[in-house]
């Protein structure tokens, strides 16, 4: 036993690090991947106490075979690897010349792959910087392999990727360094105007997202003017075109908040006051990624400073007529709520009280009641915060006691209102099943039944011919797949016995309700045989309906391609839960069923289509 309470492993370190490695050239993954994770702990806690170890021969042996492993075919392996790869690189800085000529080609290969994303991005990440603090590479030239990667035929992913790479070197490298790569962003970005063409446009968006990225780590405040060029070029470049360049701007305007929030958020908050509606949409933007960075980084700690400053802006958007901006800010509403869950969800139920008076009786508003208007757009941007906040994993206790305020809204007869709650409702069955079990019965379940039932058609007139719509169709696709999750999730808040005709009467819906109505009998099939086999009486019409030939011939007549290909999936889906019903015992006792089920599996044109549902089992 050392001094420090770690167990001596001296003696057999060298051997069992040399062994542990070895059985990353095996096929086997799980060994592998738990050799990398002994590897990394061995390393994490002894690798600097061995004396044969400090001249980094044995660990350079060990990052050879750990750079094989890095490739994007293997996210978690690659993940892995890089994380022994940067716990060597702290303990036994002598192998930083191994690392180079064996870990860096790799890892530069995977910067710009189009699947790399968390935990393998960070870790990435982690290993460039590592790689600069311990001086394995020159900066400067590190940076130059990273500047080349960047070429035409790299996606929007890679590029945000490989700005995030230049950005966490750029952190770590020395102020004097540092200082010459924000002249040569400040130059580009000035020198740049306005470009149209495709070089143009990538090499002012990675600029950008590189300012964006170091900006979140570094405050630009501490050089001379920098702060105030950089918000310039944000603002400006709002202006521009090229919509990529408008969202690396916006981007990178909210993470340099971060790092110098009295310049940078300061200014986000100032435009969104101007009032310009062709910005906002930008503007909240950068607010959402000022907010998920705070989040990611120090949660509520960082938060409670700029709340106060966000907070009134949200509110002022709330009830904008632009969808897309009303989203922005309920997902900032929603990330808000992870962090400072008290303040923001008092707000949110004040918003519901003061909102609630919404008159919309074949479920749209009329165009002169300006009053149902409004409200109905900050109900709906409420019930969609809620939805992201659930699915971010805000505190569930904090949430249970606001949530029967926001159920309320299921209640609101506004088709988009409606539809929000519904999926408010599903996100917390799918993420926080028990958020909600309390209220399944007396608050959401009988408006599921009302709203799975429910149609709103109306006639639009297209010139030379008309085009019934129904408004309710989104909400009875949001009912289905709350039961459906239900059945997983929530099994004991349905009543089966109650649900059989709303089943049966989506069976003989339109043909996006039918194909939920199909899954839901295949799992019920599993879950519920003896409930399907009493309603099966209820059910014949619907299939009947389905499978006759007038049905398939306007289905599949004068379609090609994809239309083709939806309406033989829209078969095939209803012959698998046929064929599932038919399996239960004692359905066929029922003669509607069984002579239905016969004669579908003697039709010719279904034979095709039975045998590769059979092939799938």
């Known amino acids: 036993m050392t001094d420090n309470g770690k167990i001596d492993l001296s003696p057999i370190l060298g051997e069992s690090i040399s062994v542990m490695a070895s059985f990353l050239k095996h096929q086997n993954r799980s060994l592998k991947q738990h050799s990398l994770e002994s590897l990394n702990t061995v ?218 929030p009295a310049v940078f958020l300061q200014a986000i908050v100032s435009a969104l006051d101007s009032g310009d509606a062709k910005k906002q949409y930008l503007l909240l933007s950068s607010l959402r990624e000022f907010i998920r960075c705070h989040q990611k980084m120090d949660g509520q700690t960082g938060m409670a400073d700029s709340i106060p400053v966000i907070l009134p802006q949200l509110l002022d958007h709330c009830s904008d007529a632009d969808e897309g901006a009303r989203s922005m800010v309920a997902e900032c509403m929603g990330s808000l709520t992870c962090v400072q869950p008290t303040v923001i969800l008092a707000k949110l139920q004040e918003l519901v009280s003061q909102h609630s008076t919404i008159k919309a009786p074949d479920g749209h508003v009329a165009d002169s009641d300006e009053e149902s208007k409004k409200n109905s757009l900050v109900c709906w941007t409420v019930a969609t915060s809620i939805k992201h906040a659930v699915a971010s994993k805000a505190p569930v206790s904090d949430l249970a006691m606001a949530m029967p305020d926001f159920l309320r809204l299921l209640q609101v007869e506004e088709v988009s209102v409606r539809n929000a709650s519904l999926l408010m409702v599903y996100s917390a069955v799918h993420h926080m099943p028990q958020l909600v079990a309390s209220f399944m019965k007396e608050l959401i379940m009988p408006s599921l039944y009302e709203v799975a039932k429910l149609k709103l058609q109306r006639v639009v007139d297209l010139g030379p011919f008309k085009h019934t719509v129904d408004d309710a169709l989104p909400l009875r696709k949001s009912a289905m797949s709350i039961f459906a999750t239900c059945q997983e999730k929530l099994p004991g808040s349905l009543d089966i016995a109650a649900f059989m005709p709303v089943l049966a009467g989506a069976l003989d819906d339109l043909e996006d309700v039918q194909l939920q109505a199909h899954q839901i009998v295949v799992s019920m099939s599993v879950r519920h045989p003896t409930y399907l086999v009493a309603a099966v009486d209820d059910f014949v019409p619907a299939f009947t309906n389905m499978f006759m030939d007038k049905t398939i011939k306007r289905k599949t007549a004068n379609k090609t391609g994809t239309e083709l290909e939806r309406a033989k999936e829209w078969i095939k889906s209803g012959l698998r839960a046929l064929l599932a019903m038919s399996k239960l015992e004692g359905v066929m006792n029922n003669r509607r069923f069984a002579r239905l089920v016969e004669r579908v599996q003697g039709d010719q044109k279904f034979r095709p289509m039975l045998d590769a549902i059979d092939e799938e089992r």
């Open 43 to 260: 390393i994490t806690n002894h690798g600097s106490s061995g004396p044969s170890l400090a001249d980094g021969t044995l660990f350079s042996t060990v990052l050879e075979e750990l750079a094989v492993l890095i490739v994007d075919s293997d996210l978690h392996l690659s993940h892995l690897s890089m994380r022994v790869c940067i716990s060597t690189l702290r303990v036994c800085p002598a192998c930083g010349p191994a690392a180079k000529t064996h870990v860096l080609p790799p890892s530069l290969v995977l910067s710009t792959s189009s699947v790399l994303q968390e935990p393998g991005l960070e870790s990435l990440l982690a290993l460039l910087e590592q790689m600069v603090i311990s001086s394995a590479i020159d900066f400067k030239e590190l940076l130059g392999m990273l500047r080349e990667k960047s070429d035409s035929t790299l996606g929007k992913h890679a590029v945000g990727n490989l700005a995030k790479c230049i950005g966490v070197i750029t952190a770590a490298t020395t102020p004097e360094n540092r200082q010459e790569v924000v002249t040569n962003l400040l130059s580009t970005l000035e020198g740049a105007g306005a470009p149209t063409d495709p070089d143009g446009v990538r090499q002012m968006v990675l600029s950008l997202l590189v300012s964006g990225d170091l900006g979140r780590v570094f405050d630009y405040n501490t050089l001379d003017d920098v702060a105030a060029r950089m918000q310039a070029i944000y603002l400006s470049s709002f202006n521009l075109e090229a919509e990529e360049i408008k969202h690396a701007a916006s981007y990178a305007l909210g993470r340099a908040s971060i790092g110098s």
